[in-house]
């Protein structure tokens, strides 16, 4: 009987034995929803120590604040926040008072004071104050070292008229500003994650359109709940690195060494080394040194170089490496454009074309004829002379 009642009962996991079933707990409660803080809920009453944080803001965004603060002390207000504008040290602080019951809004109102000094508009800020929406200030300046490269990059988050900007508000539900050496970015946690990974990606010489697209295709997926507690991976798109490994190119040099010399020996030509061992000659001693070669300095003095200004010196160098880059570009477009090429075909022989075929190959077995009957006769005159 013993042995009857353990089968019957259940086996329980070791994790889960001293768990309690809980009727109140139901699956139509949002156990993620944040429950706004109310003054009732603050039953310690006011705080006994002040807290305060200040940030200091650029000179061109002075004026506006100036015009603004009053907008921004009217918001901070109803959570008991305090604020003061600095003109003198160019900065702003928050701090909390008797009044403020809510002990997390002195941080928000922090990151709020942060995002007016990095252009973000006071209509925008404001929404941090809200439990939903969160924010982070994303440092793009010490990413990359080049100036230029720098500017490249970060124009390639913005876009083409914004477009790419756009795009990733649209996808992440995020607010994000492109401001100097920082990117503020405002929204939901996850989609502030999703936008430091691509800012920072597009930094590292990223493109964007490939983040955009694995978010685009995310978003198809949560739609299908058949795919909830399945893996993505087969789905999302796998981008091939373009920097190979110093092997990875010895390896395909080689390759397009060995198809060189296959053609060349079809054609019938010496391979690449053999050619290379012909043209190394014996150089003939001599005994004199050889004649000196110009320095740079004279090179530039030849050219007219030296007598150039810094900013036409660059304008030079911009203009030369611009040259450049169109011939390899041009290069590279022909190259890519010769797999379609279309091949050539022979055309199908017009009806004149076979009549005409036909007319020399009779012509032909004619004159063969003609070489067999002479060379027969030929043959006969000099057995009959034989015989005679």
């Known amino acids: 009987m ?34 706004a803080f109310k003054p009732e809920d603050n039953k310690a ?29 009217q918001a901070l207000d109803p959570y008991g926040i305090a604020c003061t504008l600095d003109l003198i040290h160019g900065s702003m602080s928050v701090r909390t008072t008797r009044k403020t019951y809510d002990p997390y809004v002195i941080l928000k109102a922090r990151d709020m004071i942060k995002l007016l000094a990095r252009g973000v508009a006071v209509g925008q800020a404001v929404k941090i104050l809200s439990d939903e929406i969160a924010c982070d200030i994303i440092k793009i300046g010490n990413v990359v070292r080049n100036k230029e490269r720098f500017v490249k990059r970060r124009q390639r988050i913005i876009g083409p008229d914004g477009s790419t900007l756009k795009a990733i508000e649209l996808l992440t539900q995020c607010y994000v ?92 030509l010496p ?43 660059e304008a030079r160098e911009a203009r ?32 004149e074309e076979k009549r005409k075929r036909k007319r020399d190959r009779a012509q032909e077995q004619d004159a063969d004829g003609h070489e067999d009957k002479s060379k027969k006769k030929t043959k006969k005159k000099r057995t009959e002379d034989e015989d005679s």
């Open 271 to 313: 391979t690449v080394e053999q050619e290379k061992r012909e043209k190394k000659t014996k150089k003939v001693y001599t005994p004199f040194p050889p004649a000196q070669q110009p320095r740079k300095v004279d090179l530039q003095l030849e050219s007219g170089e030296y007598f150039l200004k810094a900013h036409e010196k």
């Open 2 to 35: 013993s042995a009857e009642g353990s089968d019957a009962a259940p086996v329980v996991n070791k994790n889960k034995r001293h768990r309690k079933e809980k009727p109140w707990d139901t699956d139509d409660i949002d156990h993620w929803k944040i429950d």
């Open 45 to 73: 009453g006011p705080f006994t120590e002040e807290s305060s944080f200040a940030t200091l803001f650029p000179k061109y965004r002075e004026r506006y604040l100036r015009e603004v603060w009053g907008a921004v002390t």
């Open 177 to 268: 500003l492109v401001q100097g050496n920082t990117v503020s970015v405002m929204g939901p946690f996850k989609g502030l994650k999703e936008v430091r990974r691509i800012v920072l990606d597009c930094m590292k010489n990223i493109h964007p359109i490939y983040r955009i697209k694995e978010l685009m295709i995310k978003r198809e997926l949560a739609k299908d709940p058949q795919l909830a507690t399945e893996s993505w991976d087969r789905f999302l798109p796998k981008f091939r690195k373009k920097h190979l490994k110093t092997s990875e190119k010895t390896a395909k040099k080689n390759e397009r060494i060995q198809e060189k010399d296959e053609a060349r020996k079809a054609a019938g």
């Open 320 to 351: 030369k490496r611009k040259e450049k880059q169109e011939e390899v570009t041009a290069e590279r477009r022909a190259k890519r454009a010769e797999v379609f090429v279309a091949p050539e075909e022979e055309a199908a022989p017009t009806i």
